[in-house]
């Protein structure tokens, strides 16, 4: 099969500034191929690796296992992490000589139809401040590295479902998806309004029957809900601030505190305590009173009441922000099937839509160690980083109990509600 075309978002722009971020919070796991070729790199006669220090660490307990990662420094970063903050692989052998997980990194890959959408992680924090050059500007180089992703004779995999009963064609998946992502291409309309028509329009894509429903009868249905949800929500409506039910508090902060965890190998690495830790941390987090269990080094104490005071809006840099984040995850496919847990378009945007406010949550927390009651770009830029390093990839996001506190919260129009709570 030839080399697909991409299809590279046109807003976001992308060039990697060696923070050593993405080297400190991600465990690399290598393929046989790739631990040869860094064995034939002698790093073992290499000054700047510590005497006898290993490159490598051997995964699962079976003698006879043949996986592995990249071994760790203390403070948790790569071993090949130097300390100007870039990776020493790269430095000595030029980046195709590193694991191409590592090349991979932020971009995202996923299928759509005989095409590649490509998406990225913004837990880099270049990606969140659109540093570098547009990514469409990018298409060679990133062609190189989705043509080492995909398998040499793939077939084109079937369609994500579209809600609880039913898949549509490749052509018709795309359809409803760019529909979607029309919410986001407003320029005039506050971000939470587009949030909130773009989450009725799911609703009503939810219960329907798509059997007699395709090609363009599609776009005309389509048209159809997309028109009732702008009459529905008008640009100009105010949107007073609405507290969550007492139940959908306890599932969200439940929910927000799992995306403020930052899993990194350091962290994941305490074993026992840690887990006990994190149960304790649970029951709090339930219970909504107190001080907030810091779950990582980032966080200052500060009560729960702290973060549940108004905070004067959000700021208009972050609304920005807000609108190129949910762009960048429509258009990439990063929310349904392949790309996540392999859940269908309805659920998967449900989950996506709890990213804003358990983003604002999030920066609200950073905010108050500040000793803040209003957010800045930065606290936001921060927070958006923390909660998408999971979006997709912690397994946990996929679990049975973490998929019905999302349908929970979407049932009980709590989500709704706690957009406008969170963003106020
Ligand atoms: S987190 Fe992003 S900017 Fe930082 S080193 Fe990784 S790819 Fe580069």
């Not at 050593?20 to 631990?35: A, D, P, R, S």
């Not at 992502?181 to 799911?202: D, G, M, W």
Request: aromatic share 10%; charged share 25%; net charge positive.
């Amino acid at each position: 099969m030839p080399s697909p075309r991409l299809k590279l978002p046109v807003i976001q722009n992308w060039n990697c500034h060696n923070c050593g971020g993405c080297c400190k919070q991600h465990e690399i796991e290598i393929t046989v191929e790739e631990k040869e070729r860094i064995e034939k790199q002698r790093w073992d006669l290499d000054k700047s690796i510590p005497a006898g220090k290993p490159v490598f660490e051997k995964l699962g307990l079976s003698p006879t296992s043949k996986r592995y990662r990249l071994a760790h420094q203390e403070d948790g970063s790569c071993v090949f992490l130097n300390e100007q903050g870039l990776c020493r692989i790269h430095a000595k052998f030029g980046e195709p000589a590193k694991p191409l997980a590592c090349q991979v990194y932020p971009y995202a890959f996923h299928p759509a139809g005989n095409d590649v959408a490509v998406s990225l992680r913004f837990s880099c924090p270049s990606v969140v401040s659109n540093l570098g050059k547009r990514v469409d500007q990018q298409e060679p180089a990133i062609r190189k590295i989705v043509d080492q992703v995909l398998p040499k004779r793939r077939k084109t995999p079937p369609a994500p479902r579209l809600n609880s009963r039913e898949s549509l064609s490749w052509p018709d998946t795309l359809r409803v998806v760019a529909k979607l992502n029309q919410f986001f291409e407003s320029k005039e309309t506050p971000f939470q309004i587009c949030l909130l028509r773009a989450i009725s329009f799911v609703e009503l894509i939810e219960p329907s029957r798509f059997e007699t429903i395709q090609g363009e009868r599609l776009d005309e249905f389509l048209e159809l809900i997309f028109q009732a949800t702008l009459q529905e929500l008008p640009a100009d409506l105010e949107l007073d601030p609405i507290a969550p039910s007492r139940l959908g508090g306890i599932q969200f902060r439940l929910l927000a505190a799992q995306y403020a965890r930052k899993d990194t190998y350091a962290e994941s690495s305490r074993g026992l305590g840690r887990r006990i830790g994190l149960l304790q941390s649970a029951l709090k987090f339930a219970i909504g009173k107190g001080q907030i269990p810091c779950l990582q080094e980032r966080f200052h104490s500060v009560a729960f009441s702290q973060v549940e005071q108004p905070f004067g809006g959000l700021p208009a840099e972050s609304e920005k922000l807000f609108f190129r984040y949910y762009r960048v995850k429509i258009e990439g496919l990063h929310f349904l099937g392949a790309a996540y847990y392999d859940i269908p378009f309805a659920e998967g945007f449900n989950h996506l839509a709890l990213m804003f406010p358990a983003i604002l949550w999030i920066a609200r927390w950073i905010a108050a160690g500040e000793d803040r009651s209003n957010l800045k770009p930065e606290d936001v830029n921060e927070a958006m980083a923390i909660a998408d390093h999971h979006h997709g990839y912690s397994p946990v996001f996929g679990l049975p109990h973490f998929r019905s506190r999302v349908k929970n919260l979407s049932r009980s129009q709590d989500n709704k509600k706690l957009i406008r709570w969170y963003s106020s």
